[in-house]
């Protein structure tokens, strides 16, 4: 799962010196979807005994079963599964995993299943996700577990906010640090059309849509059939205007100006063809093919996207940051991120009969995430510190990224708390993609649920 959050200035520091030595290491790499049926599974065996929480009576080396979801789509999802599974094996043999793949459904099932409490041992979620769950009394409250203590003590400064809610409880154990949304360009596509990158300007992006359309091409690739990545891109204009993006809507009675502009300018952008007709029933694998086709100019994802699309388009492709009202506006607000990290990671069923054994393998699978990442990929963003050296090439915008923009942040996003504001910006920024709906429209859904 996806999920961003407030980052503090310490955080900052610390992410900065991670992403330095991650950088400076000069050593090896690699991150986009593809959906399997829920119902198929990958069993897992997993390796030195861990005790089983069924009886007291079991054996020590008892095999157990637990269940996980997660996403398991492309080598951003998968590859991280895959790893941790098979250091699984060797570290607790006796417990034996099934995958219960996610869905590129926006999350609705999964929301259904935390209500209902008819879920699998391990759960990968989000803030918004694990609200539900906490609500309906369905995953458990992690806060004295001994894998909690020693989470804490393994955080990379910065990251408390991923792990601890904020209503101070802990629901899981977060693999990745604080994410954010970036948009991708095809060099090889804006040289061609006569396109300066970066786009710094809202008239610059309406601009380069009509040249791109003029050529066949679509603009800017987006896989709206999941609502959160339309939510994602309206919060990157609006974190031009306002750096706390969403969060500025905590207490709020009604529409902050920023985001009203922002909503204006998805609604001109779309009039000037920046999205194609059908975006809001493409799903990432459609999306993400466009682009490392060569036949869409621009994607639209998080830095976890740089691993593939670099390995998709190799020196074609590059990365830049949400275009502003103004040049002048672009350039005081391009490092105020578009990522807002709140709690995520493994949570764990309060229904799972093996809870003992499925709260170690939640942080067990969270550790083993991050070292993958960190490892395999060379991403700096993980939650927890990691002793291992990269081992991995690392692609030339991942070193960009920790070269050129963690160091200079200025700010990330807050956390929008209020799930029903959050379900109307889902909704309606979807909407605003498609042709006919209009900012108005969307300011009067989103004030109609601000004042209830």
Same mark, same amino acid.
């Given at each position: 799962?996806?999920?961003? #959050? ?7 520091? @610390? ?9 400076g #290491?000069e050593t090896?790499?690699?991150?986009? %979807? ?9 069993? &897992?065996?997993a390796?030195?005994? &861990?005790?089983?929480a069924t009886?007291?009576? $079991? ?6 079963k637990l ?10 999802t998968?590859?991280?599964y895959?790893y ?9 043999p006796?417990?034996?995993v099934?995958?219960?793949?996610g869905?590129? *459904?926006?999350?609705q099932?999964?929301?259904t ?11 990968d ?8 769950? %906490?609500? @309906?009394? !369905?995953?458990?409250?992690l806060d ?6 020693q989470?804490?003590?393994?955080? +990379?400064?910065?990251?408390e =906010?991923?792990?601890i ?10 693999? $990745? ?23 710094k300007t809202?008239?610059?992006?309406k ?5 791109f359309?003029a050529?066949g091409? /679509? ?8 609502k959160?990545?339309? +939510? ?21 009675a009604?529409?902050?100006? =920023?985001?009203?502009?922002? =909503? ?17 029933? #493409?799903n990432?694998?459609?999306a %993400? ?6 036949? &869409? ?8 996207e ?8 190799? *020196?074609n492709?590059e990365?830049?940051n ?11 607000a391009?490092?105020?991120?578009n ?7 493994f ?6 009969k ?5 709260i ?6 969270a550790?083993?995430? $991050?070292?993958?990442?960190y490892?395999?990929?060379?991403t ?16 030339a915008?991942?070193s ?15 956390v ?5 504001? !959050?379900?109307? /910006? ?11 709906? #209009? ?14």
């Amino acid at each position: 799962m996806r999920d961003w #959050t407030k980052l503090s200035s310490i955080g900052l520091a @610390s992410i900065m010196a991670v992403s330095l030595t991650a950088c400076g #290491t000069e050593t090896k790499s690699d991150a986009g %979807s593809k959906a399997t049926p829920v119902t198929s599974t990958t069993p &897992a065996a997993a390796t030195t005994a &861990a005790p089983a929480a069924t009886t007291a009576a $079991a054996p020590a080396n008892a095999p157990i079963k637990l269940s996980i979801y997660t996403n398991h789509f492309d080598d951003d999802t998968s590859k991280p599964y895959d790893y941790a599974v098979a250091e699984l094996k060797k570290e607790m043999p006796n417990i034996e995993v099934t995958l219960v793949p996610g869905l590129q *459904d926006n999350g609705q099932k999964i929301k259904t299943q935390m209500a209902t409490g008819d879920l699998p041992d391990i759960i990968d979620t989000n803030w918004d996700i694990m609200q539900i769950g %906490s609500k @309906s009394n !369905n995953i458990l409250t992690l806060d004295d577990a001994p894998e909690t203590a020693q989470f804490k003590k393994d955080l +990379n400064k910065g990251n408390e =906010a991923k792990l601890i809610a904020p209503d101070g409880h802990v629901y899981g154990y977060p693999y $990745a640090g604080t994410e954010f949304i970036i948009l991708y360009y095809n060099k090889k596509l804006f040289a061609e059309a006569g396109i300066e990158a970066p786009i710094k300007t809202i008239d610059q992006l309406k601009d380069a849509a009509k040249k791109f359309n003029a050529k066949g091409i /679509i603009p800017l690739a987006i896989f709206s059939k999941e609502k959160w990545i339309g +939510n994602a891109l309206l919060q990157g204009f609006m974190t031009r205007e306002e750096p706390k993006g969403y969060g500025a809507l905590n207490g709020a009675a009604e529409t902050p100006e =920023a985001l009203k502009l922002a =909503a204006k300018q998805v609604e001109e952008l779309q009039k000037a063809g920046l999205f194609a007709k059908n975006a809001t029933q #493409t799903n990432y694998d459609q999306a %993400s093919s466009l682009f490392y086709q060569g036949k &869409a100019a621009m994607f639209v994802n998080g830095q976890w996207e740089i691993p593939s699309s670099q390995k998709n388009l190799g *020196d074609n492709v590059e990365f830049m940051n949400f275009p502003a009202k103004d040049e002048a506006t672009y350039e005081k607000a391009k490092f105020a991120m578009n990522g807002a990290g709140g709690p995520g990671g493994f949570a764990v069923s309060a229904k799972t009969k093996n809870k003992e054994a499925a709260i170690k393998v939640a942080a067990f699978m969270a550790r083993k995430y $991050a070292e993958y990442k960190y490892t395999q990929v060379g991403t700096p963003i993980v939650s927890i510190k990691v002793d291992k050296p990269i081992t991995a090439q690392v692609p030339a915008m991942l070193s960009r990224l920790g070269k050129e923009v963690i160091p200079n942040i200025t700010s990330f996003a807050t956390v929008q708390n209020d799930t029903n504001v !959050n379900l109307s /910006i889902d909704v309606n920024s979807q909407n605003l993609i498609v042709a006919g709906f #209009t900012a108005n429209q969307f300011v009067t859904n989103l004030n109609k649920t601000l004042k209830k």
